[in-house]
C-alpha cells in the first residue's frame, strides 16, 4: 500500500497541469468587440466645417476655369497714418482693400480704429447680387488673403460678413513664400 500511494504521488507530480487558453482568449475578444462598438468619439471643440474645392487646385485636368468675378478680401498691416505696409506690430492698424478700394476706419465700442465691415458687407451683397453663375462657380467666389501681422480677429470678422451675405464659396489665400 505504501508503495501504491508513492507511485500515486509519483504520477501526480509527473502530469503537468494545462490551463485552457481558449476560453480567456474569446472573452478578450468579446470584451475588445463590446467596447469597439460602444465606444463614442467625443469631437475636438472649434472646429469650422470646411470642404476643400473639387475643381481648383492640383487635382484638376488641363487649365482651371479663370473668374474675373470673384472678391478678394485684402488684409493688410499698415503705418497708422498712411497705407505703406509695415513690418512692426507696435505700429500698425489692419488696413481692408477690396480691389483698389481701401475701405475707411472706423471707431468700435472699445475706442479701437478697426475697417467699417458694415460697408464690406455691403460691397458683398452687391457683388453677389450682380454675379452670373458659370460652369465652375455657381456661387460667387470670396477669397481672403490676410498678411503677416493682422490680428486673427480681423480675419474672423472678414469670415463672419461673408457668411452673413450667405456667400458658401470661401477660400483662405496662402501666405507668400519668399523665393
Given amino acids: 500500500m505504501a508503495g501504491e500511494s508513492k507511485r500515486l504521488r509519483q504520477e501526480a507530480e509527473d502530469e503537468e497541469v494545462t490551463l485552457s487558453m481558449t476560453p480567456m482568449i474569446d472573452i478578450v475578444f468579446q470584451l475588445l468587440i463590446f467596447f469597439m462598438l460602444a465606444c463614442r468619439f467625443r469631437s475636438e471643440e ?3 466645417h470646411a470642404f476643400l474645392p473639387k475643381n481648383r487646385g492640383l487635382g484638376t485636368a488641363g487649365t482651371p476655369a479663370i473668374t474675373l468675378q470673384e472678391v478678394r ?3 493688410l498691416w499698415v503705418e497708422r497714418n498712411s497705407f ?3 513690418p512692426h506690430p507696435e ?3 489692419t488696413l481692408l482693400k ?3 478700394i481701401k475701405f475707411p476706419f472706423v471707431q468700435n465700442r472699445y475706442g ?3 475697417p467699417d465691415y458694415k460697408k464690406v458687407y455691403q460691397y458683398i451683397c452687391k457683388a453677389r447680387d450682380n454675379f452670373t453663375p458659370t460652369r465652375s462657380y455657381k456661387t460667387l467666389p470670396v477669397i481672403i488673403d490676410a498678411r503677416a501681422l493682422v490680428p486673427f480677429e480681423h480675419v474672423i470678422a472678414s469670415l463672419n ?3 452673413r451675405a450667405q456667400i458658401t464659396d470661401i477660400t ?3 501666405p507668400e513664400i519668399p523665393y
Fill in 98 to 100: 477690396i480691389k483698389d
Fill in 73 to 75: 478680401i485684402k488684409l
Fill in 84 to 86: 505703406r505696409e509695415t
Fill in 46 to 48: 472649434g472646429q469650422m
Fill in 91 to 93: 505700429h500698425g492698424r
Fill in 161 to 163: 460678413e461673408c457668411v
Fill in 172 to 174: 483662405f489665400a496662402a
Fill in 112 to 114: 479701437e480704429i478697426i
